[in-house]
């Protein structure tokens, strides 16, 4: 049997200042989370009022992919369980690993930019305004957006061994990457 990797992103209800700041991520609440699974070969959009199954099927995968999901969903999602997520879920935390590798932190939209000429199509905020609209179709496929973003990111560095991003002076840059295994890479949390 293959094994289930799991792509996961979130999108919140609040800012971080509505909730009381960055040390509160837990009280910022989830809109909307979004899996793609290489085992089912498709997505799945969780509301809010499922999110203890979004938890369940993230323990279950045997390793979760995202983009700052360890300082970030998974904080958010801890308001809504006694589990210690960053503890327990397998994770490979593609913003940990870059950051590692750069020295710096690089925002998935400018990977996506540079290295496969895709662009996310709103922003976080954008989110929590839709939330507060009532408009929840608009918030999950941003974030079905996302988590494609951050699978063909994962799959291009599988593949090719690198990706690109744009410098402060707007010059492509390549930094290599090793995804092939992922046990004790930089960002892998077990």
């Known amino acids: 049997m293959p094994r289930d990797i799991v792509y996961f992103d979130l999108e919140t209800q609040r800012t971080a200042n509505d909730a009381g700041g960055w040390t509160r991520?837990?009280?910022m609440r989830?809109?909307?989370?979004?899996?793609?699974?290489?085992?089912?070969?498709?997505?799945?959009?969780?509301?809010?009022?499922?999110v203890n199954r979004l938890i369940e099927r993230l323990r279950r995968a045997d390793l979760v992919i995202g983009f700052n999901v360890?300082?970030?969903?998974?904080?958010?999602?801890?308001?809504?369980?006694?589990l210690d997520l960053v503890a327990e879920l397998q994770t490979a935390d593609l913003m940990v690993?870059?950051?590692?590798?750069?020295?710096h932190r690089l925002g998935l939209?400018?990977?996506?930019?540079?290295?496969?000429?895709?662009?996310?199509?709103?922003?976080?905020?954008?989110?929590?305004r839709w939330w507060r609209e009532g408009r929840l179709l608009e918030i999950a496929e941003y974030c079905c957006f996302d988590?494609?973003?951050?699978?063909?990111v994962h799959e291009h560095g599988c593949r090719h061994k690198e990706l690109f991003f744009h410098d402060r002076f707007a010059q492509?840059?390549?930094v290599e990457i090793d995804w092939a295994h992922l046990d004790g890479e930089a960002?892998?949390?077990r």
């Open 25 to 27: 991520k837990c009280d």
């Open 109 to 128: 939209d400018a990977i996506a930019h540079a290295t496969l000429g895709i662009q996310k199509t709103a922003a976080g905020l954008d989110a929590i």
């Open 147 to 152: 988590v494609k973003v951050t699978r063909l």
């Open 70 to 82: 360890l300082n970030f969903d998974y904080h958010v999602l801890m308001g809504y369980t006694i």
């Open 187 to 189: 960002g892998l949390k």
């Open 172 to 174: 492509r840059q390549r």
């Open 97 to 103: 690993d870059m950051e590692k590798r750069l020295g």
């Open 30 to 50: 989830m809109s909307v989370g979004v899996i793609f699974s290489t085992a089912t070969g498709r997505y799945d959009v969780f509301s809010e009022a499922q």
